[in-house]
């Protein structure tokens, strides 16, 4: 669940006024919800900006048992918007895989492979180079940069 929620949870959500939600505290409490944000630092974490001061009103929060997934959150710059984009990761456990449109399975022989390991090695300093011209990491490696490890490894 995620969302501008206009409101905030605690102090440390705003550096200017504080317009805490009793409302959203016991739905996040009562769904037994988890805030993805953690930040290591300590200090905020914000997602809107104003002259009165910065406040973290875009959140997102899911299950206990999915929080154990994250992979990461990041903020990120968003044009059509005066809102940060709030970008949540997760690392999906795919027990099989199945061979088919959406998916493909590399032959992982060739890893060990010199040869390959050595082109690998060449084209990832190339395509290193063209992560500035995405947005976001994970934009990059999907339209980027899997595409052409597949297509060497695959063809």
Not at 50 to 59: I, N, T
Not at 102 to 117: E, F, H, I, T
């Amino acid at each position: 669940m995620g969302g501008d929620y206009n409101c905030v949870l605690a102090k440390t959500d705003a550096t200017g006024h504080f317009n805490f939600s009793r409302a959203l505290n016991t739905l996040i409490s009562g769904y037994d919800l988890v805030d993805m944000w953690a930040p290591a630092t300590g200090r905020g974490v914000y997602t809107h900006y104003a002259r009165s001061g910065a406040e973290r009103l875009d959140r997102k929060y899911v299950s206990r048992q999915l929080s154990g997934q994250k992979y990461g959150i990041e903020t990120a710059v968003a044009a059509f918007t005066d809102h940060l984009a709030a970008i949540l990761c997760f690392v999906l456990d795919v027990t099989t895989v199945q061979r088919g449109r959406s998916y493909w399975k590399m032959d992982a022989v060739l890893l060990r492979d010199a040869g390959v390991q050595k082109i690998i090695q060449q084209r990832w300093r190339k395509w290193k180079r063209q992560r500035k011209l995405y947005p976001h990491i994970v934009i990059w490696w999907e339209r980027m940069a899997k595409k052409q490890l597949r297509k060497l490894l695959i063809t």
